[in-house]
C-alpha cells in the first residue's frame, strides 16, 4: 500500500511538471526540470517544509549547534518562512515540548510571509529601518537575540558583480542590526555570493566577532556562487 501510494504521488508530480513545460521557454523548462531532480526538492514537499533552503540551515545548525532550546531568534529575509520553520523546531518557540525552555521566533521580510504557529512575523518591514530595530527590541526577551539568520538575497538584475555588491552591502546592513539587538556570545549567520566584495565583509564582521568561517552546505548547489559566512561570540563594540 505504501509503494503504490509512492509510485501514485511520483505520477501526479510527473504530470504536475509535464503541465508546467507545456508553453514555457526554454530557461524556464531547465529550471523546473531541475528542480524536478532536486532531492532537497522532493524532500521539502515531504517534509513539508516551505521551500528547499530549510537543509541548508538544518545541516549548518546540526554541525554547529546553534539554535538551542530558549533561545531567541531573528531571521531576516525570512519569506516564505523555511528558515523560520527550522527555527521554531529547534528552539521550541512553539513550547511543542513543555519539558524544555521555549524560545523565540521573528522574522522579517519586505514580502508577506504566510503565519506561522510559534513565530511573529514582521512583513514590509526593512531591516535597515531604526521603526523595524525598535520592533524586534518590543518582541525580543530583554530586547535582544541569541542569533540573527539572514537568507535575504536582492531581486536579480542579471549583472553578477552588481547583484554580488548589493548582497555584501545587504549583509554589512546586519553588522548594525547587531549592534542594535545581538547579546554579547551571540552568532550571526548569513548568505552572501562570491566575489570581489566578499573579504571587505569577512573583515568587518571580524572586528566585532571572535570567530568567522566560510561554508558550503551540501544542499547548496554546487554551480550556485552562494556561501554562508558564520561569525560566533559576538563583542559588542564600545561607543
Not at 528542480?35 to 528547499?52: G, L, T
Request: aromatic fraction near 8%; charge should be positive; include cysteine.
Amino acid at each position: 500500500m505504501w509503494r503504490f501510494s509512492l509510485q501514485r504521488r511520483f505520477f501526479h508530480f510527473s504530470l504536475c511538471l509535464m503541465k508546467k513545460l507545456k508553453n514555457k521557454t526554454g530557461a524556464e523548462q531547465r529550471w523546473l526540470q531541475r528542480q524536478f531532480k532536486d532531492p532537497y526538492v522532493k524532500a521539502s514537499h515531504e517534509q513539508n517544509f516551505r521551500c528547499r533552503s530549510a537543509f541548508k540551515l538544518l545541516e549548518i545548525d546540526d554541525k554547529f549547534r546553534l539554535l538551542k532550546p530558549g533561545s531567541s531568534v531573528v531571521d531576516c529575509g525570512a519569506a516564505p518562512g523555511a528558515w523560520s520553520q527550522v527555527a521554531v523546531q529547534r528552539v521550541n518557540s512553539d513550547g511543542k515540548d513543555p519539558a524544555i525552555p521555549r524560545g523565540t521566533v521573528v522574522g522579517i521580510d519586505l514580502l508577506n510571509i504566510p503565519a506561522l504557529d510559534g513565530a511573529h512575523f514582521l512583513p514590509s518591514h526593512d531591516v535597515t529601518d531604526p521603526v523595524t530595530h525598535a520592533k524586534l527590541q518590543e518582541l525580543l526577551p530583554n530586547g535582544r537575540a541569541h542569533i540573527i539568520l539572514s537568507d535575504m538575497a536582492p531581486n536579480a538584475s542579471g549583472f553578477k558583480a552588481m547583484d554580488h555588491e548589493k548582497l555584501i552591502t545587504m549583509c554589512l546592513s546586519l553588522i548594525d542590526l547587531a549592534d542594535k539587538i545581538l547579546q554579547p556570545g551571540g552568532a550571526l549567520l548569513c548568505k552572501y555570493w562570491d566575489g570581489f566584495h566578499a573579504h571587505e565583509l569577512q573583515e568587518k564582521l571580524s572586528r566585532v566577532f571572535s570567530s568567522v568561517q566560510t561554508l558550503k552546505p551540501n544542499a547548496s548547489r554546487k554551480d550556485s556562487s552562494e556561501r554562508y559566512l558564520l561569525a560566533k561570540m559576538y563583542r559588542k563594540p564600545a561607543k
